[in-house]
């Protein structure tokens, strides 16, 4: 996605939070797009070579801080949420390499909070729950969809439900060559479901770039964590 779509869409859709992933910017550019954006916060995990970057925005009627980060994630801890009970918002990145995707299944188990708190996973996991999810390309192995199927249960997630396309990503190639996937995708465990039970997901249409973005809402009613009428919005 180009720096004009991505700002032609935080202005139509007023986002609290905007989550990219394997972005080639450094951090004094993601911090000049934040500024184009008018967000008021950035936390970036840098571009390292053909690995592209994260970078997690928020806007300051957010109270937010950093929980923990590497190179496959950014945790954030939400306070005073729904009820006034804090939760976390992790955003997420699976290996693209399938034989380093179980370092990245360790890390997502690992990230299971402790105790009773709300927690909402979103990003690219590089990975399909069933083969119903792709369309075109060779049959992904059950094993490895077993294994992520595995990781999310035993994160204690579930898959949130969606509105609009059903694969996220394509190839952008042709004829036979042509592939696409659910490969982007949202997961939340119990706590946070029964704070944010009316939140919907919906699967946007691709703009110059192979990845359709996503977008969250949860009804204003619901969470009296933000000062504006505006719904919140990732």
């Known amino acids: 996605m180009t720096v004009h779509d991505l ?3 935080v202005q139509n859709k007023l986002p609290h939070f905007v989550f990219l992933i394997e972005t080639k910017f450094r951090r004094n550019k993601i911090e000049k797009i934040k500024k184009q954006l008018q967000l008021d916060n950035s936390f970036v995990i840098d571009c390292k070579g053909i690995r592209g970057g994260l970078a997690f925005l928020w806007r ?3 109270e937010a801080e950093v929980m923990s ?3 496959n994630h950014i945790s954030l801890l939400i306070k005073g949420g729904y009820e006034r009970k804090d939760w976390i918002f992790t955003s997420f990145y699976g290996n693209l390499i399938t034989v380093k995707r179980r370092e990245s299944w360790k890390l997502l ?3 299971k909070p402790q105790g009773s708190i709300g927690c909402l996973c979103v990003g690219n996991f590089n990975e399909v729950l069933s083969n119903g999810e792709k369309c075109g390309g060779a049959v992904r192995p059950f094993t490895h969809i077993k294994t992520f199927r595995g990781a999310i249960e035993e994160s204690g997630l579930t898959n949130m439900g969606f509105i609009g396309n059903n694969c996220t990503w394509s190839n952008g190639r042709q004829g ?3 592939t696409k996937e659910r490969i982007d ?3 939340y465990n119990l706590k946070w479901s029964k704070g944010f039970p009316s939140s919907k997901l919906y699967t946007l249409l691709a703009l ?3 990845h359709c973005p ?3 809402t949860m009804d204003q009613f619901q969470c009296d964590l933000f000062r504006n009428a505006k719904p919140f919005r990732f």
């Open 214 to 216: 996503l977008l969250i």
């Open 69 to 71: 980060y590497t190179n």
């Open 109 to 111: 188990k690992a990230l």
């Open 185 to 187: 995708r949202v997961f």
């Open 60 to 62: 300051d009627d957010v």
């Open 176 to 178: 036979k060559a042509f």
């Open 7 to 9: 700002h032609q869409m």
């Open 208 to 210: 110059s770039s192979y």
